[in-house]
DNA sequence: CTCGATCGTTTCGCGAGCCGGAATGGCTCG
DNA sequence: CGAGCCATTCCGGCTCGCGAAACGATCGAG
């Protein structure tokens, strides 16, 4: 047995994560549940702190208070830590969304997101969603980056895969074709068949200094925001490629010792210890 | 009316993130929850994938779904973002917890910890806890290098101030003496009369290239690892600075525009648009 | 100005479902 | 072997959350 009121709760929490600012109505028609139990949960939570209602705006939105939902969670892998300030700073001065995606299995999974930090963005928060590893840029970015071997096991496994997103692998010639022309090009799109069909997301692949390529870096856009693909991809695809640079370099700094040369103060111990 | 149960989820929450593992016993003790309703909140939470049960450890714990209930809170300033892969790369050497703090009003509020990270540390997680400016070594490394005039309006306002760890700013003397003392050496430590005793704070400021004082970093340690603290402080007060400086650099860089200089690929459309 | 539509919010009586003391069963001790 | 502690289950009682309906505020059209 299970506490309806809370798993109703939490899942006003997550839908609370999926906009900026969401309205009854709103919430109300994504959840289903009645319109008095969503202002009696959200009532709850505001006293709690986890939540805002900001009337002249006229919508509820999660407040600084629930990072410390999570703040005990034990973080990610490096290269995510690495690379996120990068991602932010891409999205503060460009506007569009950011994500870092790392292979799992069969497939690519957003670890981190600049989705709420890119105020034109409509998309949805995407953290934690697994995207295919065939149709999606971050997927045939990382892939294509693979050496040959691995590769070839992992096309293996996507083979034995169900999902019809993965179909390709059962056309080997076509998919090395495709997966050498992101090699050459440095960069991959999402593909043309797959929804969204109003965006589009150019991946570069992240390469530790070691040669392995070890995620993804992708900007997703509008694609009515400018006059064709290419354009987007003349602008993006060179700060992605510089980006993923500046993050392989930070991972390296980062996993190295940190330098002890400094500029010496002698450590002498305080008189008073406050 | 506010809805009892949910408030309780949050409580329990909130519980889990402060200790890696926790037993119903310690809920119980903490919450003052009824262990029947303990363990319906958690089998409900687990439902829900935030929780995990894990028999063998005997305890529950976080799971990484609860990052998706900030996956949509708009992150923090770009300082926090610079800082936490130097914050996490220190723990993961040294093994202390290291945490960044932003000033607020009268004090400091920790922005970053990680202390989940640091599995020596059974300190709880601190993330959104308040510090006070005068007797706390973030505070002390903050307010020390404050320019003259900011430094003047601060202390004004803690002289306001009721709590009695803001004591200090009535002996002005006594004060200047002490920040002119944490500038010349460069860090800054907790005083000696407040609690936890076990452990100690080393401080240093977080100083943009302006040379104006932006944050604090500091890392905190059982006072019984060390023989001293004069030892303690030789040890982590260069690691500490060096970290400083490059968080303040690689801020630089970030908020810089992003080169667009690129071992060029040329950036040809696909021919085959997946 | 007056409808009417659509918000967010409050009301209120019913009964589902949460509550928690007590019981259970497993475990580790001495 | 039994005492003590643990997490978990049981189950009768009765709160407390539920949601249809009403309310009042806001807005735009006519």
């Known amino acids: 047995m299970t506490?309806?009121?809370?798993?109703?709760?939490?899942t006003v929490l997550q839908e609370l994560n999926l906009q900026p600012i969401n309205t009854i109505a709103q919430l109300h028609a994504r959840t289903k549940l009645p319109k008095p139990t969503l202002v009696r949960i959200l009532r709850t939570l505001e006293e709690a702190g986890y939540v805002e209602n900001d009337t002249r705006q006229g919508g509820y939105q999660v407040s600084a208070l629930v990072t410390s939902l999570s703040s005990g969670f034990h973080k990610g892998p490096l290269v995510v830590e690495a690379g996120r300030a990068w991602a932010i700073a891409i999205t503060r001065k460009h506007k569009w969304p950011v994500a870092i995606a790392l292979p799992d299995y069969d497939g690519m999974i957003i670890r981190f997101s600049t989705v709420p930090d890119s105020l034109i963005s409509p998309f949805h928060s995407t953290v934690n969603r697994r995207l295919s590893m065939l149709t999606r840029g971050m997927g045939l970015a990382y892939l294509a980056f693979l050496d040959g071997e691995d590769r070839d096991v992992?096309?293996?496994?996507?083979?034995?895969?169900?999902?019809?997103e993965n179909a390709l692998s059962h056309h080997r010639e076509e998919l090395l074709r495709l997966l050498s022309q992101v090699r050459k090009n440095g960069f991959a799109t999402r593909a043309s068949t797959v929804e969204p069909r109003n965006s589009d997301t150019i991946a570069v692949p992240i390469i530790a200094k070691s040669g392995r390529v070890l995620a993804s870096l992708g900007l997703t856009y509008f694609k009515s925001a400018f006059d064709s693909e290419r354009d987007a991809?003349?602008?993006y695809v060179p700060i992605l490629k510089s980006a993923a640079v500046a993050i392989s370099e930070d991972l390296n700094r980062l996993s190295s010792s940190i330098a002890i040369e400094v500029n010496s103060a002698e450590p002498a111990v305080l008189e008073d210890d406050r």
Chains 1, 2 share one sequence.
């Open 3 to 10: 506490i309806r009121a809370i798993e109703r709760a939490m």
């Open 154 to 164: 992992m096309i293996g496994i996507l083979q034995k895969s169900q999902d019809p």
């Open 233 to 235: 991809r003349e602008r």
